[in-house]
């Protein structure tokens, strides 16, 4: 087993990173040991991986295990399922001790955070994050919420677990296509931090596809570090923070042109991460080489890379809605050569006509 810490002063937490971990009932006692606990989680995870985890708790010492099933889906991240999560908390007596178990991807991880930072305002939660994405990245940082339909995560607090128990085993059961979606932010990570990290992903991608368990694990703990040291600098992203949003500009107006759910957000932060890295190639920050080799990243990851025909206008219509911008001008997170990241804005003809020449339609 790995762990480590997100250092945050008192709102500190360990994520402990391993195989099996879903049965390590001694990882959940200092959270959940005599207080009732509400595992939320969907119609896929659930059946999967509910009772395992709800045996846990118990041998935990939880006093009583509740669970909310939520519906599976992007589409679902919104005020009505939200409210499903307040409805079961309600119905069965929860109270401000009571600890809220996220069990899932990010989806089911932002909401159950979001949940848990305004019922009674503020109750402990734990992430258990079962897809690659929320592995490597979804479960640590704090950012939780819902979306809108004119923009991703609009509406949201950052608000920290406090413990992250990552079981590696679960990615077994984890589709290819979502596999994919994990890759994605593990390059952004490499990209925007560590070039390292990136030649080892990119020399053992084909390993990684393959769900080598071991490469896995080591990834994990990568991406985790990177995410933690960034976020233990800038919590509420006052400005350093933003550079984990590379891809994510153009990545979110692809979820929400298309309509959540039709690109998945590691889909929509690839080609994001290639529509960028064009820009950049285009604003002379990086040579047409480093351009090239991050698209090609991004192929390799089974990823797409080039944009749907939402229409630039439309694409431009949805990132003034990003919540990076400052006075009404769209930042962008930028690449100085591959590894170092800063936001910046960018000219907006130039913008648009990378996006049209790259294919998204005018
Ligand atoms: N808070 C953050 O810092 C942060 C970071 C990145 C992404 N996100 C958010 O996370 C969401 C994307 O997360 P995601 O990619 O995990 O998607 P997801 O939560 O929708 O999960 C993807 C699919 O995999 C299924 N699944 C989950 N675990 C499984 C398992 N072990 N076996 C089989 N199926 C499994 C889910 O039911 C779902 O159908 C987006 O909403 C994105 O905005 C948040
Ligand atoms: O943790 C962060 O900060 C990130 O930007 C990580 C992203 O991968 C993630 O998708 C995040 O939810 C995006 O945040 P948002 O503030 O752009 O909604
Ligand atoms: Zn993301």
């Known amino acids: ?48 991986y509910a009772d395992r985890l709800n045996a846990t708790l118990r041998e935990a010492g939880a006093k009583a295990v509740h669970t909310v099933t939520l519906p599976d889906g992007e589409e679902y ?4 399922t939200l409210q499903r999560v307040f409805d079961a908390l309600l119905q069965h007596h929860c109270d401000r001790k009571t600890v809220l178990v996220a069990l899932g991807g990010g989806v089911i991880g932002d ?10 305002r503020g109750i402990p939660f734990i992430q258990v994050p079962t897809t690659l994405l929320s592995q490597v990245d979804s479960s640590v940082g704090g950012k939780t919420g819902i979306n809108h339909p004119l923009g991703k995560n609009m509406i949201g607090a950052f608000y920290q677990p406090q413990l992250v128990i990552t079981d590696i085993a679960t990615l077994n059961t984890l589709p290819d296509r979502e596999l994919s979606c994990g890759l994605a932010e593990i390059i952004k990570h490499g990209a925007i931090a560590d070039t390292a990290y990136l030649d ?12 080598d368990a071991e490469l896995l694990a080591l990834v994990v703990k990568r991406s985790c570090e990177i995410k933690a ?35 998945y957000h590691g889909e929509a932060v690839g080609c994001g991460m290639v529509i960028a890295a064009e820009l950049c ?55 100085n050569g591959l590894g170092k990241a800063n936001t910046s804005p960018a000219d907006e003809a130039l913008v648009r006509q990378t996006l049209l020449e790259l294919g998204a339609g005018d």
């Open 77 to 80: 991240k919104d005020w009505p």
């Open 229 to 263: 040291d960034v976020v233990s600098k800038d919590e509420r992203e006052g400005g350093l923070r933003a550079i984990l949003n590379f891809g994510h500009t153009f990545g979110h107006a692809i979820e929400a042109g298309m309509g959540y759910g039709q690109w």
């Open 281 to 335: 190639k285009r604003m002379g920050r990086l040579s047409a080489e480093e351009s090239a080799r991050l698209k090609k990243v991004v192929i390799q990851a089974r990823l797409p890379a080039m944009p749907p025909k939402l229409g630039v206008n439309k694409f431009m219509e949805l990132m003034a809605h990003d919540k990076k911008n400052d006075a009404g001008a769209i930042k962008y997170v930028l690449l």
């Open 200 to 211: 080892v992903v990119e020399q053992n991608m084909p390993a990684l596809l393959n769900r």
């Open 111 to 120: 909401m159950g955070g979001f949940a848990a930072s305004a019922f009674m």
């Open 1 to 48: 087993m790995h762990s480590l810490n997100v250092d945050l002063g008192d709102r500190s937490y360990p994520i402990h990173i391993g195989n099996g971990l879903l049965a390590r009932a001694e990882l959940f006692a200092p959270v959940v040991s005599g207080r009732t606990v509400m595992v939320c989680t969907n119609t896929t995870v659930g059946p999967l």
